[in-house]
């Protein structure tokens, strides 16, 4: 851990990260619940507005000017390479069907690896005035609100499936994965199970107010922040194979006890 953050500027990543999420906060509240909102299909059928595209624009900028040797992924914007190690993976609005509806769930998702190796995660629910963060190896920070401080954070020690709660996005996609039984399988073996989708699920994983978040789709700008989160709250987030990757097109996050079980279920389908 010394290595890296002392040599590598882990540190200074991290912290810049944080410090650009009001401007970030400001552009897309600007639009939000807004009468001017316009939206457009991407190809893949998802929403996109000019809120997600100017968010990730202040970001690519803001990367550019303090970090320039470093690579961006970005979900609007595609691939910047770069010569550092560091790769930066954003998500301006994780979100966006919840921004356009007007429902405060929406996040922006910064994620940063080093040599491929996901060390930094923040995420922000602008809406709500919250957000998580971690760096590898310095735990993951909550602030519940704009003014409150950073306090630790750590996954639920709930033990018992049957007495857990399940979040997830959509059932669609589930559906659309051929995974349908699945979710019924898993909704049928928990407590609570909840559509508090998007980023905002994993913060809730993150928290210990939800024990489990599952989505069957999803893409590395939307892992690559939310990996170290929840590692460093202390629990567990791989695809749905079990690998602890942020590429595997989908996820599972849980306070860790009872990830296997998730698994299990997942693989019965």
Same mark, same amino acid.
């Given at each position: 851990?010394?290595?890296?953050?002392?040599?590598?500027?882990?540190?200074?990543?991290?912290?810049?990260?944080?410090?650009?999420?009001?401007?970030?906060?400001?552009?897309?509240?600007?639009?939000?619940?807004?009468?001017?909102?316009? *939206?457009?299909?991407?190809?893949?059928?998802?929403?996109?507005?000019?809120? =997600?595209?100017?968010?990730?624009?202040?970001?690519?900028?803001?990367?550019?000017?303090?970090?320039?040797?470093?690579?961006?992924?970005?979900?609007?914007?595609?691939?910047?390479?770069?010569?550092?190690?560091?790769?930066?993976?954003?998500?301006?609005?994780?979100?966006?069907?919840?921004?356009?509806?007007?429902?405060?769930?929406?996040?922006?998702?910064?994620?940063?690896?080093?040599?491929?190796?996901?060390?930094?995660?923040?995420?922000?629910?602008?809406?709500?005035?919250?957000?998580?963060?971690?760096?590898?190896?310095?735990?993951?920070?909550?602030?519940?609100?704009?003014?409150?401080?950073?306090?630790?954070?750590?996954?639920?020690?709930?033990?018992?499936?049957?007495?857990?709660?399940?979040?997830?996005?959509?059932?669609?996609?589930?559906?659309?994965?051929?995974?349908?039984?699945?979710?019924?399988?898993?909704?049928?073996?928990?407590?609570? =199970?909840?559509?508090?989708?998007?980023?905002?699920?994993?913060?809730?994983?993150?928290?210990? *107010?939800? =024990?489990?978040?599952?989505?069957?789709?999803?893409?590395?700008?939307?892992?690559?922040?939310?990996?170290?989160?929840?590692?460093?709250?202390?629990?567990?987030?791989?695809?749905?194979?079990?690998?602890?990757?942020?590429?595997?097109?989908?996820?599972?996050?849980?306070?860790?006890?009872?990830?296997?079980?998730?698994?299990?279920?997942?693989?019965? =389908?």
């Amino acid at each position: 851990m010394g290595i890296w953050m002392a040599d590598q500027g882990g540190e200074q990543r991290y912290l810049a990260a944080r410090r650009w999420l009001p401007q970030v906060g400001a552009i897309v509240l600007s639009y939000f619940q807004g009468a001017h909102l316009e *939206r457009v299909k991407k190809h893949d059928g998802t929403d996109v507005t000019k809120a =997600d595209r100017e968010a990730e624009a202040y970001l690519r900028k803001m990367i550019s000017q303090e970090f320039p040797q470093d690579s961006i992924t970005g979900e609007e914007s595609g691939e910047t390479l770069g010569s550092s190690g560091w790769r930066w993976i954003v998500d301006p609005i994780d979100g966006t069907a919840a921004f356009v509806q007007g429902v405060p769930l929406f996040g922006t998702l910064i994620g940063a690896t080093f040599n491929d190796q996901p060390l930094i995660g923040v995420i922000a629910i602008h809406a709500l005035g919250e957000s998580v963060f971690a760096l590898k190896g310095q735990g993951a920070w909550w602030i519940r609100n704009k003014d409150a401080e950073p306090v630790r954070c750590h996954v639920s020690s709930q033990t018992q499936l049957s007495d857990a709660a399940f979040c997830y996005t959509t059932v669609k996609s589930w559906d659309q994965c051929g995974a349908g039984k699945a979710h019924e399988k898993l909704r049928q073996r928990v407590s609570q =199970d909840r559509g508090w989708s998007d980023c905002y699920g994993y913060v809730l994983v993150a928290t210990g *107010r939800a =024990d489990i978040m599952v989505d069957a789709k999803m893409h590395i700008w939307d892992n690559a922040a939310l990996m170290p989160i929840i590692e460093e709250a202390g629990g567990r987030f791989t695809d749905w194979n079990g690998r602890s990757v942020i590429d595997g097109g989908n996820a599972v996050a849980s306070n860790g006890v009872l990830h296997d079980f998730v698994l299990k279920l997942l693989s019965e =389908d």
